[in-house]
């Protein structure tokens, strides 16, 4: 047993670390990434192949049918001249028809040495609504932003530039009247605020913008809403619609709520109205009905009353998404409100509306794209949005049997703007959240 | 009370709605252009081209009619109108004139209370159908798939058609035509029904058009024209006899490249002269200038140049003039004889104040309106930025009153 002891035992003993060494191969990279997600079983790994087979052969199918040598044609024949020439398949795109045609897909009728107008109308659109959407732009841009739908209306439409001017300062007026009325009682002063604006624009802005135009004539030529087409037709009729509906859906869901018995008749009235009935059944009253009752000769803006009815649409819809936020804000919320002396509005304003929209804003941003993509309903009653102008480019002979370049154009257009609102409602969300859920 | 209020406001709108309607001649010329309902698009009839400025066969009625009463075929405002819009915008006193492939029927005429002017092209129901198929007849689709746009006449024609032979066939609705095309070319049916005039505009675009045929039957009559609101003869007469003056023009032999010659001076032909306002004074009956056809038929040429220019032989549409040829030829188009022999009833027009500017007008933010309510009296449009800026000559200082 003792020689076991005596022996010798040479352990070994490291003097010095070893390098790193990379992982082994199947442990890392790209291959680790595959095996991990893509191969982690046999299972998994059919599945794999067999998607990657259906992708190629989307892909395959899709991809030579869009990358097509035919942007600078002139007509659908030349295409198909062209492609047959080049050996192919006629089974591929005929882009020139987007290159002919793209400026009245955006901007329908309008006189093309306007197209400035609607583009900067555009810019000043999203300068405008920045300080809105984002909180952390100056608030002095606030007032850019007031005078925004002004700038717009004058961009678009044209005309003397002193009917907008007056308009705002009519609103102006009411701000003033309110202002100075309001230490004297709350009650007059809104009443002031209402009136002084209306009778202001009733009797006073049209004499005066006579005559101001008259001493000095400044403005833009003056393009009428029956040239406005395309592209610019939906994003007018959508974003005044969005504007105008927020606002209005808010009031109608207050008035939902509310304790007053007339007020809530009323609102549930309007809202169950509004939304029972199909919005194209409501661009038809706007179209055809409201011409019988209109005296004839007024040519009330056909493009105005579709704004109007969709604005109405869409405010039924948000009021109920609004509800919705209202009804999820706790009791204690409102009670806890009431207890601190607050007024309703006061309440409404600081304590459960800015819960209850946060709550919203899935909903409301939701309401917002359907409305956006269901101007394109307006095609029904005669006016050229992108898809109305479809047909009628398919009407000229050049381009008789066109389908899907078109199709394929209008929604990628859409799919920008709808895909940008639902980002945005995102972001927001994620900013405003304050739980720690 | 709020009901009386209401039905006071309807009657006040139906006595103005017929104030309105009595004096369409001189609402046009008022407003300084003609609001013309045309199709949003039909191939060859009507389409905006790339720049927007509208073309095609029933686009060219509008354009001569704006010509005959105005002397200006551009001074044309068209408003596209769906299948449904169409005759709620022409009864409300939205458009002037309806020119949009609208056959003439009782109903239309009688219930609806329009006037058709007349008939521009006759068109009629055909079917198109595959040459592998081998059908050379109508009679021979027994049992076949049949593309029919719905809600239209077309869908009544068809069933009577196959019940009256004794065959049978089985419907595949669909809504517009260009899905028509997409169905028909994918082979969901074997045949595809629709008018003669559209069944060729559609052939036309096609890859190969050769390999589809159209059968020879034509199994309903569907006269298209122009129509206008019951009530206002003098209008109804104006658009008739513009029409009729193409139709006579190309009987007489006047084209746009001979009629500034022919209208120069008068010449051997009566019927030319009084047609061209050298001799007579046939524009004056009608309540128009004296060139007033000369201006309709300068504006795209007479009937068969249109026909030629929008949907001819020549274009890809290639429409035969087949019925719609002159009477002298194998169609049945003419103008009434009683054109240029007999009088027509005398009607006393009443007197268009063009010098009268009102300043509802002027703020309304129309150029055209304020062009046309100075147009005439002694005073000048200044600028183009809305309202008018007007400055009568004799005074300067009498912008006010304008």
Known sequence: MSDTDSEVISFFVREKMLEEQEPPLTERGAVKWLRENLFSSWLNGLLTIVSLYVIWYILSGIVPWLWSPTWSLGSLSECREVLTGLGETTHQACWGVIRDRWQQLLFGFYPSDAYWRPTLALVILLAGLAPVLFGSIPRWFLLFSAATPFVLFLLLWGGPIWTPLLVGVGLVLGVVAFRYLVGVNQIVAVLAAIIVPVLFWLFLVEPIAFELTYTAPIGLEFIPSKDFGGFMLSVVIGVAAIILSLPLGIMLALGRASDLFIVTKLSVIFIEIIRGVPLIVWLFTASLLLNYFLPPGTSFDLTLRVIIMVTLFSAAYIAEVVRGGLAAVPKGQYEGADSLGLSYWQSMQLIVLPQALKISIPGIVNTFIGLFKDTTLVVFIGLLDPLGLTSAIRASTDWNGIYWELYVFIGVLFFIACYGMGRYSLWLETKLQRENR | MTKTLFLGALTVAGLSAAAASAATLDDVKERGNLNCGVSTGLTGFSAPNASGDWEGFDVAVCRAVAAAVLGDSSAVEFVPTTGE??????????????????????????????????????????????????????????????????????????????????????????????????????????????????????????????????????????????????????????????????????????????????????????????????????????????????????????????????????????????????????????????????????????????????????????????????????????????????????????????
Not at chain 2, 312 to 340: C, F, H, K, W
């Open chain 2, 85 to 402: 819009t169409r005759f709620t915008a022409l009864s409300s006193g939205e458009i002037d004139l309806l020119a949009r492939n609208t056959t003439w029927t009782f109903s239309r005429d009688n219930d609806l209370k329009f006037e058709f002017v007349g008939v521009n092209y006759y068109d009629g129901q055909g079917f198109m159908v595959p040459r592998e198929l081998g059908v050379s007849s109508a009679l021979d689709l027994d049992g076949a798939t049949v593309c029919i746009q719905t809600g239209t006449t077309t869908e009544l024609n068809l069933a009577d058609f196959f019940r009256v032979n004794n065959i049978s066939y089985e419907p595949v609705p669909i809504q517009t035509n260009a899905e028509a095309q997409q169905q028909y070319l994918a082979g969901a049916c074997d045949v595809y029904t629709t008018d003669a005039s559209g069944l060729a505009a559609t052939r036309a675009s096609f890859e190969t058009p050769g390999d589809h045929v159209l059968l020879p039957e034509i199994i309903s009559k569907e006269p298209l024209g122009p129509l206008v609101r019951h009530g206002d003869n003098e209008w109804g007469d104006i658009t008739r006899w513009t029409l009729n003056a193409l139709i006579a023009a190309e009987e007489l032999g006047v084209t746009s490249a001979n009629i500034d010659d022919m209208a120069s001076e008068a010449g051997n032909n009566p019927e030319i002269n009084r047609l061209l306002g050298t001799e007579g004074n046939l524009g004056e009956m009608i309540g128009l200038e004296a060139d007033w056809a000369k201006n309709a038929i300068s504006a795209n040429g007479n009937y068969g140049e249109i026909f030629e220019k929008n949907i001819g032989e020549n274009t890809p549409i290639g429409l035969a003039r087949g019925l719609n040829d002159r009477q002298s030829e194998v169609g049945r188009l003419s103008s009434e004889p009683t054109y240029l022999r007999h009088a027509l009833s005398f009607h006393n027009n009443s007197v268009h104040h063009a010098g009268t500017c009102r300043r509802r007008d002027l703020v309304a933010y129309s150029q055209s309106a304020a062009k046309s309510c100075c147009t005439g009296s002694d005073a000048e449009l200044l600028l183009s930025v809305q309202p008018c800026r007007i400055r009568y000559r004799h005074d300067p200082h009498s912008v006010h009153q304008c």
